[in-house]
């Protein structure tokens, strides 16, 4: 099947060719662990799962890799402000990389949570110094790269492609910058961004710190996600993901670091995630038309440990982030969520019954695995594909043919609902309910209507409800 991505670097839904046949490069930028991630984050990588899925049920193998930012973010995108991690264990008095493997580790639980495939190679930046190093050194020897007292910056002047992502004019980038608290009066261009700090000046009491040709410092955050994809992928990679905010800042100093120190296209889809937006959180609020995008710093922020708490199931969060195609920002408010368990409750009570009564493949089922795989090629239209496993669920029940099952099982490699898993769980009994079961579908043969009628409140006493069907017996537990 033809696969179609929106490249951002295109602004067009291009066909999608990999570098090597059956094999897909993927780089997701991770997240940067000073802090819990939030669900807006998690929307983000949702988004990343959905697509390697897709691009697994389409029979590649995805070489998928995740950094940690565990030193070098600043607060600003640019090279203004404290380092993220460095002003969070000064707040807290935390021991620093204490910090960060522990904000690493929720991480990731969330992730399993959400049933995000883990990367294949999870990577620390602290752990990839040399590295950053050595790429900074091409640089320098390139001419892209200078050293000024406090820093080593790229020199944007020498490259001119600079805004192929952005496709803003580099004369509003350099009005911007120039708006910009400039720390630095050695800075050839506002513009410029930093490789390497130096730990001096502002970053004098830094905790995290190495060794370099430039004296004792730190990377910068936008290295090291080059040095990281190129040591893992290579020096050209098919995809690289991250949320929409990347585009202007990350994404193309990310760009002009790896072309500018190898002269190859670094990436050659470029996709991005619309953000998970939020007006009023308070669960009594009325709905607005207000929102602004739930961030770490924007102090509206609701993190999955806290849907757990109010006793939503996390997959009702992953649910909800199906229904809204991953280019358009998605509002969340409680009333989304709350339709969200419903519609993930009725997809699953639909699949208990179905994973009972079963029955073969009827050939009217090949045509929704056609359109089930056709939405979600297209730019990974799950909202689309949503409606195509609502709609056999629909037929299904019209026709009373539930030899559908096998089919959901294996959309769900994409949607990671559980459907098999929750289906089990609900039908399985133990051997004392499972003779009870029996001997009542006897006395109904009997026409011993009282037994029966006792067996099921017996039963039901026990959270075990029954349903007869013209296929048989069938039940669910809760
Ligand atoms: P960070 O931990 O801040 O580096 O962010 C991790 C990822 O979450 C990045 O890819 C961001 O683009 C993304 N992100 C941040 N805020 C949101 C949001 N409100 N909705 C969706 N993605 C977001
Ligand atoms: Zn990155």
Not at 25 to 35: A, D, E, F
Not at 307 to 325: K, S, T, V
Not at 401 to 410: H, K, P, S, T
Request: proline share 3%; aromatic share 10%.
């Amino acid at each position: 099947m033809e696969l179609r991505l929106y490249n951002t670097l295109t602004r067009h839904k291009d066909k999608f060719v990999s570098l090597e046949p059956g094999k897909v490069s993927l780089y997701t930028c991770g997240p940067t662990v000073y802090n819990f991630a939030h669900i807006g984050n998690l929307r983000s990588y949702i988004f990343a799962d959905l697509l390697r899925r897709m691009l697994e049920y389409n029979d590649y193998t995805v070489n998928h890799v995740m950094n940690v930012t565990d030193v070098g973010h600043l607060t600003s995108d640019s090279d203004a402000g404290d380092d993220k991690m460095e002003r969070e264990a000064r707040e807290t008095g935390k021991d620093i990389w204490e910090l960060a493997r522990y904000f690493e580790g929720v991480f990731f639980e969330d992730l399993e949570k959400l049933n995000i495939e883990a990367p294949v190679v999870k990577c620390r930046a602290t752990e990839h110094i040399a590295e950053m190093i050595s790429l900074v050194e091409k640089l320098v020897e390139r001419g892209h790269a200078y050293e000024t007292q406090q820093a080593v910056y790229f020199d944007l002047a020498t490259f001119p492609t600079y805004t192929e992502l952005t496709r803003q004019s580099l004369e509003d980038k350099l009005t911007a910058a120039r708006d910009e608290v400039q720390e630095d009066p050695e800075k050839r261009n506002p513009a410029d961004f930093a490789l390497w700090f130096k730990a001096i000046g502002r970053f004098a009491n830094h905790i995290m710190r190495w060794e370099s040709p430039w004296g004792v410092g730190f990377p910068g955050w936008h290295i090291e996600c080059s040095a990281m994809s190129m040591k893992y992928l290579g020096e050209t990679l098919d995809i690289h993901t991250g949320g929409e905010d990347h585009i202007w800042v990350h994404h193309p100093n990310e760009i002009a670091q790896s072309e500018g120190a190898t002269g190859k296209k670094f990436v050659k889809y470029w996709l991005h995630g619309a953000f998970l937006v939020v007006g009023d959180l308070s669960k009594n609020a009325q709905q607005t038309d207000e929102e602004r995008r739930m961030g770490k710093s924007e102090g509206n922020f609701l993190r999955l440990q806290t849907l757990i708490d109010m006793g939503y199931d996390p997959l009702a969060y992953r649910y909800a982030c199906l229904m809204a195609h991953y280019r358009t920002k998605l509002k969340f408010t409680w009333e989304s969520m709350d339709a969200a368990a419903s519609g993930y409750s009725s997809i699953k009570e639909f699949v208990t019954r179905a994973h009972q009564i079963g029955g073969e493949e009827q050939p009217w089922v090949a045509d929704y695995r056609e359109r089930f795989k056709a939405a979600i090629s297209d730019d990974l239209n799950m909202p689309m594909a949503m409606a195509v496993v609502y709609e056999l669920i629909r037929e299904a029940e019209g026709r009373k043919e539930y030899g559908v099952i096998n089919a959901l099982y294996d959309f769900d490699r994409v949607l990671a609902l559980n459907l098999k898993k929750s289906a089990e769980a609900a039908t399985s009994v133990d051997s004392d309910v499972e003779a009870l079961i029996k001997e009542r579908e006897q006395a109904r043969a009997d026409k011993n209507w009282a037994r029966a009628d006792e067996i099921r409140k017996i039963l039901s006493q026990q959270g075990v409800t029954l349903e007869d069907t013209a296929q048989g017996t069938i039940w669910h537990k809760g």
